[in-house]
């Protein structure tokens, strides 16, 4: 568990985020592209420096964070694409993100029933707009449906590791991804115009899941690694006292 002043620490690591959170939603609507791109970005790059100003390095007590670390390099990079009407390309690193944190979540405990109802849900709104696509996105869209399916059962499933905030947040994140991209395709497939409402549920929706995503990693601390590591070196040292005794 993290302590007070654990959560204090990774509090203010957050504050850019929710600054350009805020920043986003008030300033968006009235400037340009390049300036809305940045603004789009600017809360998933504030995720990233989160992973990297806590308690992380590269070596294997980290995994978890870098494949979401890896997830929001790649969000950013498709939400940059998808800002500029480049959706299929923009689409496609979203795609990579999703792996990346299908990966950060794992496969245990399976609970092959939480991906039943998550591919029921996605095919249902696969088929509302399925007939709306064009020869490119007829082969992109179910593809990328697929992995947020997937996303979306295994973060889930993560709250069957054991029900703490962190695994509830990763849970509550890709539940609220899939809603913001269902959002999507509703926006762009189904409604005559784009309605600056449903864009406001996108965008929120969506930085939450990444939000939410990103706190899932915030229990992999030095301290919980130290200890774990400490351990399995009490373990080793006892079977090798055994093994000697024998």
């Not at 789009?40 to 995720?47: E, H, N, Y």
């Not at 919980?224 to 090798?240: D, Q």
Request: net charge positive; charged share 15%; proline share 3%.
């Amino acid at each position: 568990m993290i302590d007070t002043k654990q959560a204090s620490s990774h509090a203010v690591k957050l504050l850019p985020f929710l600054i350009s959170f805020i920043l986003y939603f008030i300033f968006e609507p009235y400037v340009g592209v390049f300036s809305s791109t940045a603004l789009k970005c600017t809360p998933i790059i504030s995720l990233t420096l989160y992973i990297l100003m806590k308690e992380f390095d590269f070596g294997q007590d980290y995994k978890r964070s870098q494949m979401v670390l890896w997830g929001l390099i790649f969000s950013c990079g498709g939400d940059a694409l998808l800002n500029v009407g480049l959706f299929p390309h923009g689409m496609a690193l979203f795609g990579a993100a999703q792996i990346f944190y299908i990966r950060s979540f794992g496969w245990r405990p399976l609970k092959f029933w939480i991906g039943a109802i998550a591919y029921l849900a996605g095919f249902a709104v696969l088929s509302i707009i399925y007939g709306k696509l064009d020869k490119v996105l007829k082969i992109g869209v179910p593809i990328y449906s697929l992995l947020l399916e997937t996303m979306c059962w295994r973060s889930l499933a993560r709250i069957y590791q054991g029900g703490n905030f962190f695994n509830i947040s990763c849970g509550i994140g890709g539940v609220l991804f899939l809603i913001s991209d269902s959002l999507i395709g509703l926006n762009m497939f189904i409604l005559a115009t784009p309605s600056a409402g449903v864009k406001f549920g996108i965008m929120l929706t969506y930085y939450l899941a990444q939000l939410g995503i990103t706190l899932s990693t915030a229990n992999e601390c030095r301290a919980l690694n130290s200890k774990s590591s400490a351990a399995t070196i009490k373990n080793r040292m006892k079977n090798s006292r055994l093994h000697v005794n024998s």
